[in-house]
């Protein structure tokens, strides 16, 4: 079952918000690490690198969850839960990754980028959302 | 196994750094949610209301993970993993809630306490830490 994003939440998504992301290791038990995320009609887009642990962990099982706090005030988040679907390795999510670069770092490309590093672009349909503050 | 938090990243918990609490719902997929946290004798301590969803995922499922981000840095940050088992319902948890409301508000008691709420105290014991930055 889709579920909307409140509105009044949309705001943290044009600021320097970080998601604190959630995934599930092949044991069960959760993982969690803070990343730069995006909002596309309505769902949730994560970037990451091919190979790394929560990238694994959504390829084999995309139920995620999203923590996102507001960085002007800790006491205003929001939480998303959700299926991460893989939309694009390269291309789309090397183009995804130099906007991130410019929404949360004023640089228009990606700094970071190691040799035959492969980013991934994933995309988290809302389920479930739950606000404070 | 238990790990020890590197002592390099022991400062956060002297800062109003929030924790983001992953743990496991009923259905096996994550939940995340923002708290305050401290640290005693080399293990993180959150503490939660009686009831809540957190409260009952770690009350059925103990393994847990936090994400723990420098407020001044937020490439900074400290991942731990680890099982909660829980230390108190009520008394020592009382006293804890009032200390964190103290280390995060400024405040003597935790102003939010609700009619009938228990405050529940759980101890993380690190299995697994990472750290970025």
Sequence with gaps: MPAEIPEKFLDLFTKKAFANLATVMPSGHPQVTPVWCDL???????NTARGRQKDRNMKRDPHVALA??????????LEVRGQAEEVSEGGIADDHIDRMAKKYMGVDKYPY?????????????????????
């Design 113 to 133: 980028r190691q040799p035959g590093e492969k980013r991934v672009l994933y995309r988290v349909r809302p389920e479930h959302t739950s606000t404070m503050g």
């Design 68 to 77: 996102i706090a507001d960085p002007e005030n800790p006491y205003r988040y």
């Design 40 to 46: 596309e009609d309505g769902c949730v887009l994560v």
